[in-house]
């Protein structure tokens, strides 16, 4: 079974830049996440989609952080524009329907540094 | 919103030993806790989960114990090997609703397994 797939791996950007992340999860997860994590920290939810719709965005900073999720399947998160603080991994996972935690898989992340 | 406590934030092992990650958590409403280990440049993977009516389980040389009325569970590595050396992440599911399947984390433990 093929992982969850992202890219870019890494990425460097100037603030006020704007930058995009793409994910294709498992072949039939019908949720798809963004987490992202901070060096040193835990990933945090950014937001959830079930198929393609948005379930959870409550702590995305819509004010610069857009995603979607096309078709129910591949999905892009956006930052415009980036702020020093954006410098993190952003991480998307993908699961079955039903959430269960053994299939629960992440991609390996794209690697954000804001300059 | 399901707050997730982890410690020691850094733990260094000979080979052979044991080595023990500790988690606190707030919310009652859940149905499994699971253990993730994140490689330098990886996602994190799933290494072990429990469900909440169980006191312990056990994988190998991996081995949760749950202790539900303290609102604690941990992460016991036995024969601990260099291999072994990474980030572990306790984390919490959502209780339910939109936050079904969204994982809180904790801030992570980097482990280090000397030979």
């Known amino acids: 079974e093929a992982g969850v797939a992202q890219s870019p791996r890494y990425k460097i950007i100037e603030k006020r830049q704007s930058v995009a992340f793409w994910c294709n999860p498992i072949?039939?997860?019908?949720?798809l996440y963004w987490y992202q994590q901070i060096l040193g920290q835990g990933p945090k939810l950014l937001i959830q989609?079930?198929?393609?719709?948005?379930?959870?965005d409550s702590q995305l900073p819509k004010d610069r952080f857009s995603a979607e999720r096309l078709k129910g399947v591949d999905s892009t998160l956006k930052i415009q524009p980036a702020k020093l603080e954006d410098s993190a991994v952003y991480l998307c996972?993908?699961?079955?329907?039903?959430?269960?935690?053994?299939?629960?898989?992440f991609g390996s992340g794209t690697r954000l540094t804001v300059v | 919103q399901q707050q997730v406590k982890q410690s020691p934030q850094s733990l260094i092992v000979q080979k052979g030993g044991i080595s023990i990650i500790n988690c606190a958590y707030e919310?009652?409403?859940?149905?499994?806790f699971p253990w993730y280990q994140q490689f330098p440049g990886k996602g994190p993977a799933l290494l072990i989960a429990?469900?909440?009516?169980?006191s312990e389980k056990k994988e190998g040389r991996f081995t949760i114990s749950f202790n539900k009325s303290a609102k604690q569970f941990s992460l016991h590595i036995m024969d601990s090997q260099p291999g072994d050396s990474a980030t572990y992440f306790c984390a919490a599911p959502g209780a339910g609703g939109t936050s079904y399947g969204k994982l809180t984390f904790g801030q992570g433990t980097i482990l280090t397994v000397h030979p």
């Open positions: 989609f079930q198929n393609n719709g948005v379930v959870d």
């Open positions: 919310n009652t409403a859940f149905d499994y």
């Open positions: 429990i469900r909440p009516d169980v």
């Open positions: 996972a993908s699961s079955h329907p039903d959430g269960r935690v053994n299939g629960y898989t």
């Open positions: 072949s039939g997860h019908a949720t």
